[in-house]
């Protein structure tokens, strides 16, 4: 064995190990069990033609030979993103520590209070700056979160006026580019109709139902929408506004006039710009909306002991349950850069973020002064960061390359220039010397600031902010780096032990895939760059793309979407678009099996499609009778069938070619979920299978770590009919020939994670990618070869094989009074995040284990399992107390001076004797979730709450 190949480092099982696990399973290879796994018809017949594997040291010479291909100009680009300064106790002790990193979504609240802290610090800060009473736990980009503010009205208005139908929605022309591009795409599907225009004419016209605004515009003038605000609502129209995140720390926030909704992104609060992302959006609305509210918010709530604890609050609220009635699919958002945002204004505090944000706003003053001096026009009277200069753009365009500088080029006469945290009064003398050289004029070098011209205005801001203890605790290093390690502490992440949490695929994050994400090459550059700025991401991207394509055997990727979720609603799209280029637009069916995730009948709707469910047999495949017969009658308009391969229930259905076969039969396309593409890749394929299009889960399948709750990539890749689609950005050329408008913000989504991807294919290959699969598969069904005797495993393929995850079925469980919730609960006690709960079926658990876990774990988590079967069997459903019910115990509990439960401490705490070794405590006992629905909190409450 190649002791020094990724791949030894990469896959968990090893040696002597894999032939016990073998024998356990009963076959007599891998190849064995892979044959009983995968049917014969679908299984590739050539290996992946993939570049050879890099070794770890290998790949860190070529990651930074192709950083170096990137120029970092000095960008004054703006238009939503700006470059900051990422504090380094925030870069070290969250960015680059696995402990925050590798965590999941906070489904397990008891071991997750850290990130739950810091996320509702995230809310706390956007509702303090925005003015509204509540906010959720991010979104994934700025356009995102305008889109969904607009279907958010829409959803209201359409609730509030049944009857005449009021369906369009005014958008102010200073709305950022690509804001307006994915407007575009969300209002069409939907048939609302955009208008664009200037705020200041507008008729307020009965037959618009919302409007949107940006506050700084997209070229920095800063207008007051109180007016707007109030005549909107006195013709029942809703209003929300993008707003500048940091400058409403200087500028009066929209809350104040009465707004609807808030958006915006928390970029600028220390997030690296990274060729365009991942960087959390903000999302602040009344609380009379929260039933509506996309994505997730984080709530407070109370434990069995009645001590404040914080979880998930809402949850009734998303698509997961909802579905097909859901009002956005997102599920993935932007956790990790959400935490790093909060912990941003933790550190600078209200005072600290009044430095920056008026040190931006006098040099933006003294530079617009020094410019009008030269005697160049320039254009916003009330601006906080970002001028618009009256010159010859294409003149100052060279200068400005040759130095190093980007500006914005509205049009040949207009040079837009936004300043950041990182300018300093040397950079603004470095800017008016290139207008001085167009003018042949000069004046004097700049040495002090000028005053603010906001203070003097009446949008001068005068509530408070951050007035909460957390945002005025932690200003020195050490006060935060302890902060950050005691909210660490409490969270359960792969650094601790395995996260079976099926369809999720928990793999290793390689710190070597990690680290080019800390190098200012990378991190340092501006999405709307020439593209010859970028061509180490260029590079990358590009070859990623023909990576994915050949993985999945289709023709084209797009890396857009920057969730799976929006690559299904992308995926859908691109269907939707090439019906419409047939003249077939009126297909508008699709077909979702009843096992599937909540995403796709949400995402289908969101696509202007009609949802019809196909039913799944007892041994949960999709019910060939019943999608035939609804194939039938939909044949006329059938838009599409989504389907989730290997299925939700883990299992390779042998009539999958029948299936898609059948589905174009009947002109429709077949869009496979790809969240399982973990057990596919060098064995089968999208392609293989007689997909058209599929989404990937970068952050699932390809090493991309879920950051707590993301950032994720979820690219399409598309058969040849469906390329010409792919989505394009305003602002830099990608995409189709005859593209749809974009799915995401940034030309190419969340580039900056992209490496990680990237390099976990060039430092696997061909084979480390295949037996990555492999080796997932036999961990999976190892797992259930051993819990084999003690649990049911609910469903399996044709030689009772499981694919790279499996059900096992605990609703038998509740003759002893037990629920699935009271396992997931109890292996808390023995150190392990539980595996998925009721997904995708009620009452059951899925496990996925991956390829990255060794023997001797996959043997204590079994062991744990069997340890609680054990317990169950204990249990008297008439005797409301017991090990499971109490679970998890935590160390104020045991260390109490009473113990009144009728078992041990030491059966509480210490089941087995491997957990003493590295025991997890959680922070606080079982949360009530219904409390905390009852009594909404979604920000820190004042001190006097937590007594
Ligand atoms: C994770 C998942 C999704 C959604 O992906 P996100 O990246 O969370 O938006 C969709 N379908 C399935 C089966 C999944 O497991």
């Not at 891998?30 to 040291?57: A, R, V």
């Not at 459903?877 to 260390?895: D, F, G």
């Amino acid at each position: 064995m190649n002791t020094e190949s990724f791949a030894s480092r990469h896959i968990g099982p090893r040696g002597e190990n894999i032939k016990e696990m073998l024998n356990d399973v009963g076959v007599e290879s891998l190849g064995q069990l892979i044959y009983e796994t995968i049917p014969d018809d679908i299984k590739l017949t050539e290996k992946l033609n993939l570049p050879s594997p890099l070794t770890e040291f290998e790949f860190s010479n070529h990651i930074q030979s192709l950083a170096l291909k990137n120029k970092v100009f000095k960008s004054y680009i703006g238009l939503g993103y700006h470059q900051a300064i990422l504090p380094a106790v925030i870069q070290r002790n969250v960015f680059e520590n696995p402990g925050w990193y590798t965590a999941y979504t906070p489904y397990q609240a008891e071991i997750a209070q850290g990130r739950l802290e810091a996320l509702l610090n995230f809310q706390t800060m956007v509702s303090d700056l925005t003015g509204m009473e509540l906010a959720n736990a991010s979104l994934l980009d700025e356009s995102t979160a305008a889109a969904e503010a607009m279907t958010l009205l829409f959803a209201v208005r359409s609730r509030e006026q049944k009857k005449n139908k009021v369906v369009k929605f005014f958008v102010g022309e200073n709305v950022l580019p690509q804001t307006l591009a994915l407007l575009e795409t969300r209002a069409e599907p939907l048939d609302v109709e955009l208008v664009v225009g200037s705020y200041d004419k507008f008729d307020f016209d009965e037959s618009y139902f919302g409007a949107l605004v940006q506050y700084s515009g997209k070229y920095g003038e800063v207008y007051d929408f109180e007016e707007f605000t109030k005549k909107a609502k006195d013709n029942q129209i809703k209003v929300a506004v993008a707003a500048d995140l940091l400058s409403l720390v200087l500028l009066e926030a929209p809350g104040k006039w009465g707004v609807d909704v808030v958006v915006g992104t928390t970029q600028r609060f220390g997030i690296p710009l990274g060729y365009g992302g991942p960087h959390a959006a903000y999302f602040a609305t009344k609380e009379e909306y929260k039933r509506n509210i996309p994505g997730r918010i984080i709530g407070v709530t109370k434990d069995m002991d009645d001590n404040t604890s914080l979880r998930m609050a809402l949850q009734t609220r998303e698509q997961h349950i909802k579905r097909d009635k859901a009002t956005s699919n997102i599920c993935t958002a932007q956790v990790l850069l959400a935490v790093m945002a909060g912990m941003y204004a933790v550190y600078h505090g209200p005072k600290g973020l009044k430095y920056i944000a008026s040190q931006i706003h006098k040099k933006t003053v003294s530079l617009a002064e020094g410019i009008e001096k030269l005697g160049f026009f320039q254009v916003n009277d009330l601006y906080f960061d970002t001028i618009l200069v009256k010159a010859d753009a294409e003149k100052i365009k060279a200068l400005a390359e040759r130095k190093g500088i980007n500006f914005f080029y509205p049009d040949a006469e207009s040079i837009s220039i936004s300043l950041n945290e990182t300018t300093s009064i040397d950079d603004v003398n470095e800017i008016l010397s290139l207008f001085e050289e167009i003018s042949e004029k000069e004046i004097e070098a700049i040495k002090e600031l000028k005053d603010g011209i906001i203070d003097h205005s009446q949008l001068k801001r005068e509530s408070e902010f951050l007035t909460h203890d957390v945002f005025n605790s932690y200003h020195s290093e050490t006060e935060l780096m302890r902060y950050i390690k005691r909210l660490e502490r409490k969270d359960l992440a792969l650094n601790h032990s395995m996260i079976s949490l099926g369809s999720c695929t928990m793999k290793l994050n390689a710190a070597s895939e990690m680290l080019p994400l800390s190098n200012p090459q990378w991190g340092n550059i501006h999405p709307f760059v020439p593209k010859n700025q970028a061509l180490g991401y260029q590079e990358i991207l590009k070859n990623l793309e023909d990576y994915l394509t050949e993985i999945t055997g289709f023709s084209a990727t797009s890396l857009q979407p920057n969730s799976g979720a929006q690559g299904e609603y992308a995926g859908l799209m691109v269907i939707r678009a090439y019906h419409k280029s047939r003249n077939e637009s009126h297909r508008d069916i699709c077909l979702v099996p009843s096992s599937a995730h909540g995403t796709n009948p949400a995402s289908a709707v969101m696509a202007g499609m009609k949802v019809v469910v196909v039913k799944a047999t007892d041994q949960g495949n999709i019910d060939i009778d019943d999608l035939t017969a609804k194939a039938e009658k939909h044949s006329d308009n059938l838009a599409a069938l989504m389907v989730t391969y290997p299925s939700t229930h883990g299992v390779f259905e042998s009539d999958i070619r029948k299936i898609t076969a059948l589905i174009h039969e009947h002109g429709g396309q077949v869009y496979m979920d790809g969240a399982n593409m973990n057990a596919q890749v060098g064995l089968t394929s999208p392609g293989r299978i007689g997909a058209d299009v599929c989404h990937l889960n970068l952050h699932k399948t390809f090493a991309i770590p879920h950051g707590g709750g993301g950032p994720g990539v979820g690219p399409i890749c598309v058969a040849k009919q469906l390329a010409p689609f792919l989505p394009n950005n305003p602002l830099i050329e990608t995409g189709g020939t005859e593209a749809i408008s974009s799915i995401s913000a940034a030309p190419f989504g969340s580039a900056f994670v992209c490496l990680i991807s990237y390099a976990y294919i060039r430092m696997l290959g061909e084979e480390g990618l295949r037996e990555s699969t492999e080796y997932a598969i036999l961990n999976a069904n190892y797992i259930q070869a051993r819990l084999k005797g003690h649990y049911k495993t609910l469903y399996s393929g044709e030689k009772g094989r499981a694919a790279h995850e499996m059900i096992i079925d605990c609703r038998d469980f509740k003759d002893f009074g037990i629920e699935v919730k009271d396992i997931a609960k109890r292996l808390i006690d023995y150190g392990f995040h539980s595996p998925t709960v009721s997904f995708p079926v009620a009452g059951t658990m899925m496990i996925e284990p991956t390829e990255s876990e060794s023997k001797a774990e996959l043997d204590r988590f079994c062991d744990a399992m069997i340890s609680i079967k054990q317990e169950i069997e204990q249990c008297d459903k008439n005797e409301p107390s017991n090990v499971l019910k109490n679970a998890p115990h935590t160390i104020a509990m045991l260390t109490a001076e009473t113990w009144e439960f009728d078992y041990s401490r030491q059966t509480a705490a210490f089941p087995l004797p491997f957990v003493a070794e590295n025991k997890f405590w959680p922070a606080t006992r079982r949360v009530d979730e219904a409390y905390g629905d009852r009594n909404l909190t979604c920000t820190c409450a004042p001190m006097e709450a937590y007594l």
